[in-house]
């Protein structure tokens, strides 16, 4: 008899209870959503689409950045510059041929999945501080090429027009929500499915011991590259619907400090180690932000999200998903 | 046709340019290159130099590098300070590459959003004697306020590289680097140098800060072109070699005026990327690398 047979009634009820642990809170994500959507329509202002356009665009960015951050300890810096190539593929489809939205995610992806690749190729095969050095540089010089890029608006800007209504959707700000909210579903279900697969594992064994994993044979650098490229895509992916958000791109606002710090401090108040954590940091410092834009200065609410994010990587290094952890240990 | 004027005259801001990289980059060859802390935030400290040098001189009058070099030792506390904090919290437990890096970059934000709300978005700038007139050699002319920081940059790589082939702690920091447990063998505390060196390497930020401020109108924001800069001179240099720090800064001034000149400033920022990936893609070790 083997162990791994179901008959071991240990193993089993482990098995079970995983299974549980996961489906409650995807089932819950789930009611939560359509509680948010039904809610948004009948308030009926653009306004929470556009909140809720936001935060789902931050759990897009999170758990893409965890990928790479969480499973395999390899920070990167340049999440705006990913979310750029994005927005910028996305603007310039849109002054030439024109495709629809949803045909233009995938091209976004893709060139923010190569720029993934180049980079990670160059770098990657050094310690993990190169990667993350060359990703800081990375959205200094990506913001570069775009201010000296006419074409696509330069350092002025470019106006993007978008349609008011959309067949079968309503207006276009409701539209653009569902979009994001099928890609936070679709980046989601990625991060998990990446977390169980033996790219997860094999990640994994690199975060805790790149040269043990490598004696191994777990295949470093195809398995970072590979993290790297889907991360990459996903934030590209994010970017794309995003002129078409604000209808006017300027590399401050593509390249966008908040960007930058709110990707990396959200898995890291969340917790970096499951597919939840960047998804309840997105939620929560996306959602207070919403709040506080109103009530306080932008700038102020960055640095509270600094200082947070300081807080947290000193005192809880596992993240908000760690402390629950704690608390229940604590309690059984 | 090549215009030779031009082109001298670009070499040589060149290499006055390399003077402030030289002096910006000093910090990040010790914290990064001996002690292996990737502060990331090293900019931004630079930015609170050039902004406690434009406080001074804007309020008191005070000469804005004489007002840096007072900081400095308040900024060596401060940043030994940091690193002890650095250590219980991340290096002690091995946590340091993913934690510490964003502990880093929280403290890079924290620094620039907290001198955004404090002095604005608007390029500020410093009053002294020696800005504005020059030298002119032939067809070459140097203004002081280049000149000025290429001496004070080449003076604080010269004191560090004495510090730490004279004195017990220089010497300590160097071997720190490569074996802490024979450091400690001999008496010394790793910990504790470690925590000097970094001290150090905050106050050449600081003083960094003013030579910047000279140099150039400043705003919070700038300290991010410079990130790329310091860790592209670190690494060319060879990590932990001075003499390879200055050898790299005078090379990226040199590259960078050239850019100006022949392709216009807006692309200058691109060029420290490109040699920092040519360095890793090609010889990681640097010039002057082991």
């Known amino acids: ?332 | 046709m090549l215009n030779w004027d031009l082109l001298s005259n670009a070499l040589v801001s060149g290499v006055l340019l390399g003077g402030l990289y030289c002096a910006v980059a000093v910090g990040v060859t010790i914290a990064f290159g001996m002690l292996d802390i990737v502060n990331i935030a090293h900019p931004a400290f630079i930015m609170m130099g050039a902004f406690i040098a434009y406080f001074f001189n804007a309020n008191y009058g005070v000469d804005p590098l004489v007002a840096c070099i007072v900081a400095a030792p308040f900024a060596y506390i401060g940043g030994r300070l940091m690193y002890r904090l650095y250590y219980l919290a991340f290096e002690r437990h091995g946590e340091e590459s993913l934690q510490g890096l964003a502990f880093f970059f929280g403290l890079l934000f924290i620094i620039e959003v907290g001198l955004l709300l404090i002095f604005g978005v608007d390029y500020r700038f410093v009053e002294a004697r020696y800005i504005g007139p020059g030298i002119n050699i032939g067809f070459v002319s140097i203004p002081w306020r280049m000149l000025l920081p290429l001496i004070v940059g080449l003076l604080m790589v010269g004191g560090v590289a004495l510090f730490n082939a004279k004195t017990f702690t220089g010497r300590a920091i160097l071997a720190v680097s490569q074996d802490p447990g024979a450091l400690r063998l001999v008496g010394g505390n790793p910990v504790k140098i470690k925590e000097i060196a970094f001290g150090i390497s905050i106050a050449t930020a600081i003083i960094a800060g003013a030579l910047l401020i000279i140099i150039q109108p400043v705003e919070p924001s700038i300290g991010r072109d410079f990130i790329g800069r310091v860790f592209a001179i670190c690494v060319l240099g060879g990590m932990t070699s001075l003499p390879g720090t200055v050898i790299a800064a005078m090379l990226l001034g040199i590259a960078e005026t050239l850019t100006t000149t022949y392709l216009g400033p807006s692309w200058s920022p691109a060029i420290s990327f490109g040699i920092l990936l040519l360095t890793l893609g090609v010889r990681p070790a640097g010039i002057l690398g082991r």
């Open chain 1, 1 to 332: 008899m083997s162990l791994h047979s179901t008959g071991n009634p240990a193993i089993s009820e482990k098995r079970a209870r995983l299974s549980a642990r996961t489906i409650v809170p995807l089932v819950g994500m789930a009611i939560a959503i359509a509680i948010v959507f039904f809610g948004l329509d009948w308030v009926g202002t653009d306004y929470g689409y556009l909140a809720a356009y936001t935060v789902l665009q931050y759990v897009v960015l999170a758990t893409a950045w965890n990928i790479l951050g969480g499973y395999a300890g390899y920070v990167n810096f340049a999440s705006a510059a990913f979310f750029a190539v994005g927005v910028y593929t996305s603007v310039i489809v849109y002054k030439t041929v024109q495709l629809p939205l949803i045909a233009t995610i995938p091209l976004a992806a893709v060139a923010a999945g190569l720029l993934g690749l180049a980079v990670g190729y160059l770098t990657l095969r050094l310690r993990g501080t190169f990667f993350s050095i060359a990703t800081l540089a990375l959205s200094v010089v990506m913001n570069t090429l775009v201010v000296n890029w006419a074409f696509v608006g330069g350092s002025r800007g470019v106006y993007v027009l978008r349609p008011q209504n959309i067949d079968y959707f309503g207006p276009y700000t409701r539209y653009l929500c569902i979009v994001m909210l099928i890609m936070a579903i679709i980046s989601v279900l990625i991060a998990r499915a990446v977390e169980r697969s033996w790219l997860g594992r094999g990640l994994a064994a690199l975060k805790d011991d790149e040269i043990a994993a490598e004696c191994a044979g777990v295949p470093a650098l195809r398995l970072k590259l590979a993290a790297t490229a889907i991360s990459g895509a996903l934030m590209g992916a994010a970017g794309a619907p995003f002129p078409f958000f604000v209808t006017y791109v300027d590399p401050a606002t593509a390249f966008s400090l908040s960007i930058a710090v709110n990707t990396i401090a959200m898995p890291l108040i969340g917790g970096t180690s499951t597919w939840i954590g960047p998804v309840i940091g997105a939620v929560l410092l996306g959602s207070l932000q919403q709040i506080a834009t109103v009530t306080i200065s932008s700038a102020l609410n960055l640095l509270i999200v600094g200082v947070l994010m300081v807080i947290f990587i000193t005192l809880a290094p596992n993240g908000i998903v760690g402390l629950v952890q704690k608390i229940r240990e604590r309690r059984t």
